[in-house]
T-cell receptor, first 114, second 112 residues
Framework: SAVISQKPSRDICQRGTSLTIQCQVDSQVTMMFWYRQQPGQSLTLIAT?????????ESGFVIDKFPISRPNLTFSTLTVSNMSPEDSSIYLC???????????FGSGTQLSVL | RKEVEQDPGPFNVPEGATVAFNCTYSNSASQSFFWYRQDCRKEPKLLMSVYSSGNEDGRFTAQLNRASQYISLLIRDSKLSDSATYLC?????????????FGTGTRLKVLA
């Protein structure tokens, strides 16, 4: 398994502001993944964060809106920029580890934008 | 067609019942398969990987049918604590690359 510390666990933000979410993993991993889970929906991949290179974004997500940093092999941040109420969601970081490359998740950040 | 499809449920079953969920996937090149459990407002947690030969963990049995492109999860002797959403996850990536696709989840409610 993996121990992933994610913070903040929740936040309530004003429209137009930005929030940075942090994820710390207990050991080095090549790739970290950022997901969004909107109310009543399943998980949607935002981007894959590689150390030392730009993140790879999925269709519908752009770097200006969701800038990602990956300064080393145990840490990553996701920023939700210029927030609107449509950004209200749970944001999850995850890593793949072990035989069969299982996914492990941080505890999530519950974001509400007013 | 969605890449990974699940019946959203809810499945309402009495305690002690046996319940089965199916999940179909569209990409025959899919490499690995998993069932995750997600409780309300919590992160998904790995329940079990799914292997071609089928695998069992206590009351839970998972099966993979590559020919028909579906995976299944069987829960025997359901407990109240089994109430959750069960997510089917497929990894399309070849070794060293990852592309995990999540199903929409199947809600299970076990009733006393």
């Amino acid at each position: 398994s993996a121990v992933i510390s994610q913070k903040p666990s929740r936040d309530i933000c004003q429209r137009g502001t930005s929030l940075t979410i942090q994820c710390q993993v207990d050991s080095q991993v090549t790739m970290m993944f950022w997901y969004r889970q909107q109310p009543g929906q399943s998980l949607t991949l935002i981007a894959t964060a590689n150390q030392g290179s730009e993140a790879t974004y999925e269709s519908g997500f752009v770097i200006d809106k969701f800038p990602i940093s990956r300064p080393n092999l145990t840490f990553s941040t996701l920023t939700v920029s210029n927030m609107s109420p449509e950004d209200s969601s749970i944001y999850l970081c995850s890593v793949a580890r072990g035989n069969n490359e299982k996914l492990f998740f941080g505890s999530g950040t519950q974001l509400s934008v007013l | 067609r969605k890449e990974v499809e699940q019946d959203p449920g809810p499945f309402n079953v009495p305690e002690g019942a046996t319940v089965a969920f199916n999940c179909t996937y569209s990409n025959s090149a899919s490499q690995s398969f998993f069932w995750y459990r997600q409780d309300c407002r919590k992160e998904p947690k790995l329940l079990m990987s799914v292997y071609s030969s089928g695998n069992e963990d206590g009351r839970f049995t998972a099966q993979l049918n590559r020919a028909s492109q579906y995976i299944s999860l069987l829960i025997r002797d359901s407990k109240l604590s089994d109430s959750a959403t069960y997510l089917c996850v497929v990894n399309l990536g070849i070794s060293g690359t990852y592309k995990y696709i999540f199903g929409t989840g199947t809600r299970l409610k076990v009733l006393a």
